[in-house]
C-alpha cells in the first residue's frame, strides 16, 4: 500500500530502496511557495544507521508490514541463533548478522520482541533489564562501597561488564540492555 506524504509520521515502516525503514523523526513543511514536503529522518532496520530524506508532495511512499513477534530464545548453534516464537511454538532461526552484539546478553528461555518482514528477521530487541549472576571478578573488601570505582566483571553468558567494587562472585546484579549492559543495581 502506497503512503502519501501527509501519513509519514513517528513509528512509520516504510521501503526505501529495497530496504525497510522506520520513521523516526517526520517534519512536514509547507513553504510559501512551491509543493509541500515532509523532511524524515529513518532509522535502517536492519543496520540501525540513520537517514535524511525528503519525500516530494507528489510522492508515493511504500508501507512495509513489520511484524512483530514475541520469541524464547532455545540455543545457539555457530553462527545461527534459534529461537520459539510464543504464538504458534514453531522454531525460528536468526543469524548472527541479525543479532549483533546483543548475543552476549542471550540467556536461555529469555523472552525478547523479534521484528520481520516478509518473514526474514531484520532485528530484535532485547527487554530493557536482565538478571545475571556473577561467574568471575576480583574479590571486594569490606569499605569498598565507599570508594567510587569500577572492576569488570564476567557474567553467566560470558558478558563482561563493569561493576561496583563491591560486587562479588555469587552476586546477582541487573544488567540495562538499552545502554549495551550497563550494571544497574544488586539484586538480594
Not at 79 to 85: G, K, L, R, S, V
Not at 154 to 177: C, E, M, Y
Amino acid at each position: 500500500m502506497a503512503l502519501s506524504i501527509n501519513e509519514i509520521k513517528s513509528g512509520v515502516t516504510v521501503l526505501v530502496d529495497g530496504d525497510v525503514y522506520v520513521c523516526v523523526d517526520a517534519q512536514h513543511v509547507k513553504p510559501g511557495k512551491g509543493a509541500a514536503f515532509v523532511r524524515a529522518r529513518l532509522r535502517n532496520m536492519k543496520t540501525n544507521n540513520i537517514q535524511e530524506k525528503t519525500f516530494r508532495g507528489e510522492e508515493k511512499i511504500e508501507q512495509a508490514y513489520v511484524e512483530e513477534r514475541k520469541l524464547q530464545y532455545q540455543y545457539s548453534s555457530g553462527e545461527i541463533y534459534h529461537f520459539m516464537d510464543q504464538d504458534n511454538f514453531e522454531e525460528i532461526a536468526i543469524s548472527k548478522e541479525v543479532i549483533a552484539d546483543k548475543a552476549k546478553f542471550l540467556k536461555d528461555n529469555l523472552e525478547i520482541m523479534g521484528y520481520f518482514f516478509k518473514d526474514i528477521a531484520l532485528a530484535i530487541n532485547l527487554p530493557n533489564f536482565i538478571e545475571f549472576n556473577i561467574v568471575e571478578t576480583e574479590p571486594g573488601f569490606k569499605g569498598d562501597s565507599s570508594k567510587s570505582g569500577n572492576k569488570p566483571a564476567k557474567v553467566d553468558t560470558g558478558a563482561i561488564i563493569q561493576v561496583p567494587l563491591f560486587i562479588n562472585v555469587g552476586d546477582k546484579i541487573k544488567v540495562d540492555t538499552r545502554t549495551g549492559g550497563t550494571y544497574a543495581e544488586r539484586i538480594n
